[in-house]
């Protein structure tokens, strides 16, 4: 086969491809093969028809099965001949082919725009930190008592309750509307789950009685008077309410979460939510850090590249809806700019690596290995670092580098340290 280049801009390349006569004759063969194997013909068994009447019979359609093949095969054999990177199926033209002769064919593919990265040395930064509260510690704590709680059966409806109830819709006139009731619903009665007003509208209640309820559609915005926000009318019938009965934080609830003493819990639990709140820290600084490298440089965003990131985000889209539909045309307008930054992202750090020759080393699987085994909490005996497929250790390689790249970046940038945006809020 001979492959050359023939023309080349920025963004396509044209080559030229020549593929001997000789070399196509083991695809002519397999397609006749294919071809006597199914091909049932009078006078014959299927599979036992003579070559030549097979030939005589399908000539055309087997040579034309055959181009195509050959076409698909020497057209990857003449990228990697003239070390050419498509970024998208190419395009054939000018396809020439008389039995017995060469198969000549041109071939226009897109191709990685030439870029540079320079500006990603000595960036500003800044990198939000947190300090835990005593508020945060007991919220987190009043999450957990609620997961140990239990409940026993009492008479009148407080905040903090769970209602079992049946909920009629009715219409502005206070109608019911049919096919608008619901029965046995339990209902747990904090802002979490319902409404304020629909929590107003039940306290005091006792089984048994029915109260008619005016609840806001939605909840309201900072600052807005729910007065103003139109309203839904139900009938709701008290059937059961239960209290939530809270362990005490003492040493007790302790040991049963495999602990001594509540002092030590309470130690965890600090360091359990400074854990969390490093790591929400570590991923804003990381992303801010992608943002500034896509604004220092001119990174371009070619468009098949653009279209797999779509495509690749669409089905995870697809797949976390479980079959719901989802038109791709949404999907393309909303999540573009997230493609844009992405592919963009993809191309700085490929020429990072490049520039700075990074590889993955025995002390970075190990690293990794270490992190992993410290964020799930379990011996560094257990992280093992095995692959089924060459695509999944080449997937696991491109991450490492990427952390190496960002470190890379981090370690020579000038980073600010700020309080985080909830810490200003309580300000």
């Known amino acids: 086969m001979q492959a050359s280049v023939i023309h080349e801009d920025n963004a396509t390349r044209k080559l030229a491809v020549e593929v001997p006569y000789d070399a196509m004759l ?5 397609a006749l093969a294919m071809y006597r194997e199914e091909a049932q013909i009078e006078g014959f068994r299927k599979g036992k028809a003579p070559k030549d009447v097979i030939q005589k019979k399908f000539g055309n359609m ?97 905040a903090g309750n769970f209602a079992t109830v049946d909920i009629q819709v009715l219409d502005e006139s206070g109608t019911p509307l049919i096919g608008k009731k619901y029965e046995d619903r339990r209902i747990p009665l904090t802002r979490q789950f319902v409404g304020q007003d629909f929590i107003d509208g039940l306290i005091g209640a006792k089984t048994g009685d029915m109260r008619t309820l005016d609840v806001a559609k939605r909840p309201p ?87 797999n990131s779509l495509q690749r985000i669409g089905r995870m889209i697809k797949e976390r809806l479980k079959g719901q539909p989802v038109k791709d045309e949404l999907i393309a307008e909303r999540y573009r700019p997230s493609a844009i930054r992405e592919v963009k992202w993809t191309l700085a750090k490929r020429k990072i690596i490049e520039q700075e020759n990074l590889k ?51 370690d020579s940038a000038k980073v600010e340290e700020v309080p985080d945006m909830l810490s200003e809020e309580k300000k």
């Open 221 to 307: 915005q900072e600052g807005e008077d729910i007065a103003t926000i139109e309203k839904e009318k139900y009938q709701v019938t008290v059937r059961k309410i239960e209290e939530m009965q809270l362990p005490a934080l003492d040493d007790e609830f302790a040991k049963d979460l495999g602990f001594e003493t509540f002092e030590l819990l309470k130690a965890d639990m600090h360091k359990n939510l400074s854990e969390r709140w490093e790591q929400e820290s570590e991923q804003k600084f990381r992303e801010a850090l992608i943002d500034e490298i896509i604004k220092q440089n001119e990174i371009p965003a070619p468009e098949p590249l653009v279209d």
């Open 26 to 30: 083991p695809y002519f063969e397999e």
């Open 62 to 158: 087997i040579e034309a099965e055959a181009l195509e093949v050959v076409v698909e095969d020497f057209y990857r054999e003449a990228l990697e001949a003239t070390k050419t990177e498509a970024i998208a199926i190419g395009k054939i033209e000018n396809m020439d082919y008389k039995k017995g002769q060469p198969l000549k064919f041109d071939v226009t593919v897109e191709i990685m725009p030439k870029y540079d990265v320079k500006n990603y040395k000595g960036l500003n930064l800044k990198r939000e930190v947190h300090k835990i509260t005593d508020e945060e510690v007991t919220g987190a704590f009043d999450r957990l008592r609620e997961s140990y709680s239990t409940t026993k059966e009492t008479d009148v409806i407080a």
């Open 360 to 410: 993955v080393e025995d002390a970075d699987v190990q690293a990794y290995r270490e992190k992993t085994a410290k964020q799930n909490k379990v011996p560094l005996e257990q992280i093992n670092v095995h692959f089924h497929t060459e695509t999944e250790q080449r997937n696991f390689e491109d991450y490492l580098l990427e952390e190496k790249a960002a470190k890379l970046i981090a």
